[in-house]
């Protein structure tokens, strides 16, 4: 805001000291506002900023629609309310595009283009900055995140008391959000919400049928925010906790994807771009791929009289189906160097009926690569570098990091010690249990390649429902890559194993689908070899996935219902569909495969009689020609699914 010098008056009429006091006031006046329209390079998303009557606000609009209307924004920090008689200042303002290559993603290239704009605020009585609002505007979104940028701001410590941002809408919405390791909340109607720490993501569909979808990127030391939906009707507002900091800083970018449809939201890559470029300098070893898993079969009794547990007789036989079926890795979980959670379960040595060594000489003359489980507590105990060192020593070539203690900033703060470390020794990760929100950190460490961040099927001691698996793909996978271990083949006496506790509903044909529709660095095999075999023939579309996919596009959704994904792997793609607990036909556009060119579609489904929970294992198989031009009509049979590969001819 400019300062206006004192003004003198001179020998002046009447009628003129009126009219140059009337403009002396709508100088004041006028002032006392500064506006700032900040947009996306396509102009579609615009975010309006201003100080009206010095009280800090933002609305947005999105394709002529006003999403926002007038929201406070800002922090209180020392007590000090940044959003009352403040004034702002456009520091810069830049603009960037560019298109990078990823090691670990939905595509293989991804388009990172957007306009920032650095936003001083400083209080009215003061020159001197509280903070700096960077915002960045997307052509599908916007985020912002507040920066501490120098000695001043923090010379007495800085301490983030509270975000007094509220998020205020025109009118009611519904809103759906992550939920740990349950089925997704919603859809709850604003109007009736009392819920005060939502996390995220967060969807919201508004009475104008746009969605939101609301999270946090490059969440880099402070514990994660949560969402209050427990005031006003029509706004949603911040819980944030921070610990005081001497040093410049910034915190997480708090993100909003817009989009006409639930599937704009999960296609965005909002979220990776917002993370800095890889930090390492040779990614090469960072591959994708697909893994067995020796957890949930234990006791799993195979029909020429193998009893599979947790010894190395158990994993030579698993690395020798792995070799043969386009299996990359196996991964071998909790209880190897000891039960899990005991103080003296050393992980640099292996158990009593497992030799790890053995086992990795084994794995890598047939080229498969092994993925040791870690649990927090012998981390800890041991040293986390220790072991790390001593996993790479011995050829692995990554770890699944599981039940992290520690609350908010020290759980993100020990993540990405982990994740660091972890890619000193060259060993890709995965967390488990309860981690913090993927927030496209993967981007800056590819290494990182995904987490159970959600209800994995099996897992939590609770059946995992087909609306869980729709929920999931349109909601949890927002923050990013997910270990929700799909894949069963032996669903009708799953639960008669050690380790699967309650019964797993779904169709044979859907678990292959999920495959497809959820995104995730290492796509987690939960079932025995002997289960795959029964099923030769349906198998052949999981041995035919690559290792990585190259793009991920939603073809159709409705949220709580139904979602189908397409997916292109080399000159070939792969297609999913799944409902809930309603049967449905859907009809699959393929005008998303190249023009003029013949594919074989070969599509494993349903059969007439399935049904997730009393005629689980049936499945049909059947082979056509299609082209861009096609449209295919498929069934699916209640908690059913669909899944089809199309091989160019």
């Not at 506790?501 to 497809?516: D, H, S, Y």
């Not at 189908?564 to 449905?584: I, Y």
Request: proline fraction near 3%; include cysteine; hydrophobic fraction near 35%.
């Amino acid at each position: 805001m400019k300062n206006i010098n004192k003004t003198r008056f001179y020998n002046l009429s009447g009628l003129s000291k009126f009219l140059f006091c009337f403009i002396l006031i709508t100088l004041f006046s006028c002032g006392r506002t500064e506006s700032f329209l900040l947009e996306s390079p396509d102009k579609h998303v615009q975010v309006h900023l201003s100080n009206n009557n010095s009280i800090g606000q933002f609305s947005v609009v999105f394709q002529g629609v006003t999403l926002l209307a007038s929201s406070k924004i800002g922090l209180m920090v020392n007590k000090i309310n940044g959003t009352k008689d403040v004034s702002f200042s456009e520091l810069s303002k830049e603009s960037f595009d560019n298109t990078w290559n990823t090691v670990n993603g939905k595509q293989s290239t991804i388009h990172n283009y957007y306009n920032q704009f650095r936003i001083g605020v400083s209080k009215k009585a003061s020159e001197e900055l509280l903070y700096e609002i960077i915002f960045r505007l997307y052509n599908d979104g916007f985020a912002y995140r507040y920066e501490f940028t120098s000695e001043s701001m923090v010379s007495n410590g800085s301490l983030i008391d509270n975000e007094l941002t509220n998020l205020r809408f025109n009118d009611d919405f519904r809103y759906w959000a992550y939920n740990g390791e349950r089925h997704n909340l919603g859809p709850n109607k604003r109007s009736g919400s009392s819920l005060e720490k939502v996390r995220l993501p967060l969807v919201v569909q508004t009475n104008k049928d746009k969605f939101i979808g609301i999270h946090e990127s490059e969440i880099l030391s402070h514990a994660p925010f949560t969402i209050n939906a427990s005031s006003n009707s029509q706004t949603l507002s911040f819980n944030t906790d921070y610990s005081s900091q001497d040093q410049p800083y910034k915190t997480s970018w708090r993100t909003f994807i817009l989009g006409n449809k639930i599937g704009d939201l999960v296609e965005s890559n909002i979220i990776v771009n917002l993370n800095e470029p890889c930090k390492i300098e040779d990614p090469s070893w960072i591959k994708p791929g697909k893994s067995l898993w020796d957890w949930r079969i234990a006791g799993y009794e195979a029909e020429d009289d193998f009893v599979y547990g947790l010894n190395t007789v158990t994993h030579k036989r698993m690395i020798d189906f792995a070799a043969n079926n386009n299996i990359q890795y196996l991964l071998i979980d909790a209880d190897w160097y000891g039960e899990e959670f005991d103080q003296n379960s050393d992980p640099t040595s292996s158990g009593q009926h497992v030799n790890i060594e053995e086992c990795m000489s084994y794995a890598k003359d047939k080229g498969i690569g092994v993925i040791l489980y870690l649990n927090d507590i012998g981390a800890k105990k041991f040293g986390l570098e220790r072991v790390l060192k001593q996993f790479s020593d011995w050829g692995a070539v990554g770890v699944k990091y599981g039940f992290m203690t520690g609350k908010g900033e020290a759980k993100v703060q020990h993540t990405r010690k982990v994740v660091e470390l972890c890619a000193k020794y060259r060993l890709m990760v995965n967390f488990h249990d309860g981690p913090v929100a993927p927030s496209g950190d993967r981007r800056t460490w590819p290494n990182l390649v995904t987490k159970e961040y959600g209800h994995a099927q099996a897992d939590a001691r609770r059946s995992y429902y087909p609306e869980t698996a729709v929920n999931t793909v349109l909601i949890n996978m927002i923050s990013g890559p997910l270990d929700m271990t799909n894949g069963w083949f032996g669903l009708n006496k799953a639960h008669s194993r050690e380790k699967v506790f309650k019964v797993i509903p779904g169709t044979v044909a859907a678990e292959v689908a999920k495959l497809i529709a959820v995104y995730s660095g290492w796509m987690v095999l939960p079932d025995s070899p002997d289960e795959y075999l029964k099923k030769d023939d349906l198998f052949e579309c999981v041995r035919q996935m690559p290792t990585q996919f190259d793009s991920f596009q939603v073809l159709d959704a409705r949220l709580d219902e139904f979602v189908t994904v397409a997916r292109k792997a080399g000159d070939n793609w792969f297609v999913g569909s799944l409902t809930n607990r309603e049967a449905r036909n859907l009809t699959i556009d393929l005008s998303f495969l190249p023009k003029d060119q013949s594919f074989e579609a070969t599509l494993y489904e349903d059969a007439e009689d399935s049904h997730f929970l009393t005629n689980k294992e049936v499945y049909g198989i059947r082979k056509i020609e299609v082209t861009s031009e096609s449209q295919l009509t498929v069934k699916l049979v209640e908690g059913g699914g669909n899944a089809i590969f199309l091989k160019k001819k």
